[in-house]
């Protein structure tokens, strides 16, 4: 999954050792992610051009 931090918060990304870039970077789904996500601290990026595929 691709994930990016919401408003511009420092999100520590453990498996590489710093903080995820503003524009987003794909990571393992594990608890970790899915405790930042259900906290609001990072966001889900979709593929547009996929979704754009989908609706056509």
């Not at 990304?13 to 987003?24: R, S």
């Not at 608890?31 to 979709?46: G, H, K, P, S, T």
């Amino acid at each position: 999954m691709i994930i990016k931090p919401i408003n511009n918060k420092q999100v520590y990304d453990p498996d590489n050792g710093d903080y995820l870039p503003k524009v987003g970077r794909h990571v393992e789904f594990n608890q970790y992610w899915a405790r930042r996500l259900a906290n609001n601290d990072v966001e889900e990026i979709i593929n547009i051009k996929l979704k754009q595929k989908k609706g056509n």
